[in-house]
């Protein structure tokens, strides 16, 4: 199973994990709505700014 870190990124080149084990991203305008491994969810305001699969990463540049 492929799941992603979900990664949010501020202004300030702050970064905090929002969630560990991500396994859908939903995309509407502005909005990304996260949804982990185990059903949990997570509403955040930005944009994805890289995912690297490599890195099991989900970058998310927030809405400052």
């Known amino acids: 199973m ?3 870190k979900a990664i949010l ?3 300030e080149g702050n970064r905090d994990i929002i ?3 991500t396994t859908r991203v939903i995309v509407e305008g502005d909005e990304i709505e996260l949804t982990g491994i185990f ?5 955040v305001q930005g944009s994805i700014k ?3 699969f490599s890195k ?3 970058i998310i540049l927030g809405n400052d």
Not at 39 to 43: D, I, K, Q, V
């Open 2 to 4: 492929c799941e992603l």
């Open 9 to 11: 990124e501020t202004g």
């Open 19 to 21: 969630m560990e084990s």
């Open 39 to 43: 059903g949990e969810r997570e509403n």
């Open 50 to 52: 890289e995912i690297n």
């Open 56 to 58: 099991g990463e989900l």
